[in-house]
């Protein structure tokens, strides 16, 4: 499917066209970040795209600064699959931010949707982001972000995927390295180390744009009913989500047994 010149593929019950299997490299971690922890981002990106060929994946939000790793990323690797998994839930903003973008750099983007419309999810669970607890939410991020996430490294025999996590976000990403394990794919962080002003000069020397809520007040967005502006009071760009009572989707959290069985016996 052709969206303004732009290859975007929808994706709910996708399989892959090809079966062959990925071989995914036996790393030693604790020696893989030594020889990383001091290297650029870009020298990272470039490190990925050596290990792990064709298995190297990438996934995006369209969130706030977006940006940055869609471009470092590809102008390293122009064609990597973009994994986008799109809750139906997101500000329209959002859609048009990653309209823009995708034209812009010309992303080889997959999208990823949950099989449960918001209709359907809605009118078997209910509006589950209005119950305002933590169960609600954690099943909220399971039906809509964890579940299409998973099928999409699975379908696109993805051994390795990079992420934008940035130390500075949330307690949980203080203590990642440079390159982790998370389940069955290694996870790699390129702009682990990066603040808020390294993010400001990338954008600005490379002439790219925030998320258009950057100028609301906004310094992290997800969908349109968990998310507001930073307030007085916030500790973490990700206060102002998920109405302050997690920080995290689940996306990159390492998958509970339970939860990995739920996934494996999904019917959603």
């Known amino acids: 499917?052709?969206?303004?010149?732009?290859?975007?593929?929808?994706?709910?019950?996708?399989k892959p066209h090809h079966t062959l299997k990925i071989l995914k490299p036996n790393l030693d971690l604790q020696t893989t970040n030594q020889l990383l922890s001091n290297k650029s981002a870009q020298n990272v990106v470039e490190w990925s795209a050596?290990?792990?060929?064709?298995?190297?994946?990438?996934?995006?939000?369209?969130?706030?600064?977006a940006a940055v790793m869609l471009h470092l990323v590809t102008q390293v690797?122009?064609?990597?699959l973009v994994i986008w998994v799109d809750?139906?839930?997101?500000?329209?903003?959002?859609?048009?931010?990653?309209?823009?973008?995708?034209?812009?750099?010309?992303?080889?983007?997959?999208i990823y949707q949950s099989p449960?419309?918001?209709?359907?999810?809605?009118?078997?669970?209910?509006?589950?982001w209005d119950k305002k607890d933590l169960e609600s939410l954690d099943l909220y991020d399971h039906i809509r972000k964890v579940e299409p996430m998973q099928r999409a490294l699975l379908e696109l025999?993805?051994?390795?995927?990079?992420?934008?996590l940035r130390r500075t976000q949330t307690s949980h990403r203080e203590s990642l390295k440079r390159v982790e394990q998370q389940g069955n794919?290694?996870?790699?962080?390129?702009?682990?180390?990066w603040d808020s002003r390294d993010i400001y000069q990338y954008l600005t020397v490379h002439n790219l744009p925030y998320h258009p809520y950057f100028n609301q007040g906004y310094v992290s967005v997800g969908d349109w009913h968990s998310s507001r502006p930073m307030i007085a009071g916030d500790?973490?760009?990700?206060?102002?989500?998920?109405?302050?009572?997690?920080?995290?989707?689940?996306?990159?959290?390492?998958?509970?047994?339970?939860?990995?069985?739920?996934?494996?016996?999904?019917?959603?």
């Open 1 to 14: 499917m052709q969206v303004n010149g732009t290859q975007a593929i929808f994706v709910q019950g996708y």
């Open 50 to 65: 050596n290990t792990f060929g064709d298995g190297l994946v990438m996934s995006t939000s369209f969130g706030i600064q």
């Open 77 to 80: 690797i122009p064609h990597i």
């Open 87 to 110: 809750t139906g839930y997101l500000p329209a903003e959002t859609y048009r931010f990653a309209e823009e973008l995708s034209r812009q750099l010309n992303l080889n983007l997959k």
């Open 116 to 128: 449960l419309t918001p209709g359907r999810m809605e009118a078997l669970y209910g509006k589950l």
């Open 157 to 164: 025999n993805a051994t390795a995927w990079l992420a934008g």
């Open 185 to 193: 794919y290694y996870k790699v962080h390129p702009i682990l180390h």
């Open 235 to 268: 500790e973490s760009e990700r206060d102002g989500r998920f109405h302050g009572l997690k920080q995290e989707c689940g996306l990159h959290l390492p998958l509970t047994p339970e939860a990995a069985q739920s996934l494996d016996l999904s019917s959603l």
